[in-house]
Antibody, heavy 117, light 108 residues
């Protein structure tokens, strides 16, 4: 089972760019799908998208298509979630999680992103 | 897109009693259903997958049942550490992947 460690909390201004990371250890993330979930303050979990680092096959939720970019570097067992221009409404906790094709068996600890002027 | 609906939104139960949480899918997801527990300030944790299989290290007091569109998570005798938010999630024909809105289990 892969263990996932996410990058630290970020405070950004509207319009700035950001890339957060999710690094796998233990079993290589190259054999897992890595997904990203958003959790806005006091709210539930929303699936944003998923990537297979083995071949970079990437799928997005229609709600997040065009709003974020998901990528991965298999050589360093790391997946990324990226914004080109942050909005205040992007303020949330972001989780990565790993699946072999069914349930999310491993979760990162979360990265809090705060966007405020 | 499959819509997952959990009920109730909040469930108040006394420690030692049984808790029953429900999850309904807008169309059949077969047994492709998972349950997660989330405590304040923590990441979600997988409890159940395949509708009824406990994940590694999950106590036997947690059980899942159902198939198709109706699913249940039962906690047989609530411990203090079980009070949390619970989410169901389908993975039938992803993407997309959808979660229920969550059930908050609180102390009565």
């Amino acid at each position: 089972e892969v263990q996932l460690v996410q990058s630290g909390a970020e405070v950004k201004k509207p319009g700035q760019s950001l890339k957060i990371s999710c690094k796998g250890s233990g079993n290589s993330i190259g054999t897992y799908w890595i997904g990203w979930m958003r959790q806005m303050p006091g709210k539930g979990l929303e699936w944003m998208g998923i990537i297979y680092p083995g071949d970079s096959d990437t799928r997005y939720s229609p709600s997040f298509q065009g709003q974020v970019t998901i990528s991965a570097d298999k050589s360093i067992s790391t997946a990324y979630l990226q914004w080109s221009s942050l909005k205040a409404s992007d303020t949330a906790m972001y989780y990565c999680a790993g699946t072999a094709g069914s349930a999310w068996v491993s979760w990162g600890q979360g990265t809090l992103v705060t966007v405020s002027s | 897109e499959i819509v997952m609906t959990q009920s109730p939104a909040t469930l108040s139960v006394s420690p030692g009693e049984r808790a029953t949480l429900s999850c309904r899918a807008s169309q059949s997801v077969s047994s492709n259903l998972a349950w997660y527990q989330q405590k304040p300030g923590q990441a979600p944790r997988l409890l159940i997958y395949g509708a009824s299989t406990r994940a590694t290290g999950i106590p036997a007091r947690f059980s899942g049942s159902g198939s198709g569109t109706e699913f249940t998570l039962t906690i047989s005798s609530l411990q203090s550490e079980d009070f949390a938010v619970y989410y169901c999630q389908e993975y039938h024909n992803w993407p997309p992947i959808t979660f229920g809105q969550g059930t908050r289990l609180e102390v009565k």
